[in-house]
């Protein structure tokens, strides 16, 4: 999954390397519209690496000592750099963790970037669309950090480290000193993450949009993507766990009678209590201060299965290895497809035999390409029947009749949707995305009709996953209805 100069798994050996999960691009069905080639793809998998490349922060430096100079200058040493003023700067050295594997992603081609990615256009055929569009994603877009041990936790931070393991922030970035006497900060654009409460299930609901910063932390959204006014802090309150007095055996954890300390960052008062706790509850997301203390973030920044990344002009999915388990696969969404055309759907106005183009093409329109009303899902073959606007002008129009139950919509040809990692379920494919046609199951498409996805600095809606289209209608999307054979 890495390019030759990135990857650092050993091909002598047998051993299956251990897969974190994968970032699909929202918008590519199943992959680039001119082919995935190397870095640049629509789908990325993370590999736990033979040796560990995390790092994590260590000294600071403030103002402009022969020190900081030092360490953005050593190409062997990473560091953020934040520029306060033209005399002020604060540089935070980082240093090795042999714990974690980090994996950058960006617009960048350059070697420190693991994944390249490029504005998506929706419904862009071909890379030159793309290519046309001037770019909102940042170079060094962000950074995620997986844990080598189980349970494999994944954390993203925005900003990634240059060819010279380094971060720049700017006089003009959005910067701050946190509480605890630490530099925090965002990027221009920054990097949107959304967790859907429940997970990537047909249960699942949208949650909401935060940002995080350069450090990992969560805040609310700007008003708008570039505003030099960060937004509140979203893990507004966190837990220390001190002084576990007992642990009792419950099942595969412990259960930890313990005193909890809640600290509220803005109000800056401890509330005391007794309270009980399971480990398996809190994903083992604790992290020591140093003082034998124990904490615990409510509102971690891990990202679990089915959160999405927004770079501000691409939006990745994140799925676990273990999510991806339960995936459909290519091979079983090609069996659907093939058992969709042996039950040998037909037209109810030219009774031919209608058939979803092969996997491999499927941009190209087929002549016994299904097509669809949009307006009531009733399925026919390409007609010219019941289009007003050329019996009016003379000029093919979008809306159509159709003849069946006389309704009036836009009137699209049918796609399967390929790219098997959006997909919730292994149902039969029966429902269509309006205004797209991309078809998927009806769980998959309830469960983005949805989704929220943010588009240009301040707005959001629903769109295609396969195409990035926005949705439209009541619903967003249309069961269809096929006519089986006379015979």
């Not at 450090?215 to 570039?226: A, Q, Y």
Request: hydrophobic residues 35%; contains cysteine; positive net charge.
């Amino acid at each position: 999954m890495f390019s030759p100069d990135q990857e650092n798994i050993s091909t002598s050996s047998t051993k299956v390397p251990v897969k974190y999960g994968e970032l699909i691009v929202l918008g590519y069905n199943g992959s680039l519209p001119n082919g995935d080639r190397g870095r640049r793809k629509s789908r990325f998998a993370l590999f736990k690496r033979p040796k560990s490349n995390g790092v994590r922060p260590s000294t600071v430096h403030v103002s402009c000592t022969p020190q900081a100079a030092k360490a953005i200058s050593n190409k062997e040493q990473h560091s953020i750099s934040y520029t306060l003023s033209r005399v002020q700067t604060v540089v935070v050295e980082y240093t090795q963790d042999s714990n974690s594997d980090m994996f950058q992603i960006g617009r960048s081609t350059e070697s420190p970037i693991d994944f390249v990615v490029t504005d998506t256009v929706p419904g862009s055929q071909s890379n030159s669309d793309t290519q046309s569009v001037q770019s909102t994603i940042s170079r060094f877009a962000c950074r995620i950090m997986c844990q080598r041990t189980p349970p494999y936790t994944a954390r993203i931070s925005a900003a990634g480290f240059d060819s010279s393991k380094n971060i720049f922030l700017g006089e003009k970035a959005a910067k701050w000193k946190t509480l605890d006497g630490q530099m925090d900060g965002l990027t221009t654009n920054g990097v949107l993450v959304m967790h859907p409460r429940l997970g990537f299930t047909e249960d699942s609901k949208p949650g909401v949009w935060r940002e995080i910063s350069v450090c990992g932390n969560v805040f609310t959204l700007r008003e708008t993507r570039s505003a030099q006014q960060r937004g509140k802090m979203a893990n507004e309150f966190s837990v220390v766990l001190v002084f576990p007095t007992q642990k009792v055996p419950v099942g595969r954890g412990y259960e930890i009678q313990a005193v909890l300390r809640v600290r509220r960052f803005h109000a800056r008062r401890d509330i005391r209590a007794l309270w009980s706790l399971r480990p398996v509850d809190l994903g083992r997301s604790f992290h020591s201060n140093g003082s034998g203390e124990m904490f615990f973030p409510l509102l971690d920044v891990t990202q679990s299965y089915g959160s999405l990344i927004d770079l501000c002009g691409a939006t990745l999915l994140w799925r676990t290895a273990e999510g991806l388990s339960r995936t459909p696969t290519v091979k079983h969404l090609e069996a659907l497809r093939q058992e969709l055309n042996a039950a040998r759907p037909q037209c109810p106005v030219g009774f031919n035999t209608l058939a979803f183009p092969s996997m491999r093409r499927k941009d190209i329109v087929d002549e016994k390409q299904p097509w669809v009303y949009l307006k009531c899902g009733h399925v026919h073959g390409y007609h010219n029947w019941g289009n007003r606007d050329v019996e009016r002008d003379g000029r093919e129009g979008r809306e159509r009749e159709c003849p069946m139950c006389r309704a009036r919509g836009p009137y699209v040809p049918l796609w399967l949707g390929c790219e098997a990692g959006f997909y919730l379920d292994a149902a039969p494919p029966t429902h269509a995305f309006s205004l797209c046609g991309h078809v998927c199951s009806e769980k998959t498409a309830a469960y983005w009709s949805q989704i929220p996805l943010p588009h240009g600095t301040h707005t959001f809606h629903a769109a295609c996953p396969f195409c990035a289209q926005q949705l439209t209608g009541e619903q967003g999307y249309i069961r269809l209805i096929f006519q089986g054979p006379v015979d």
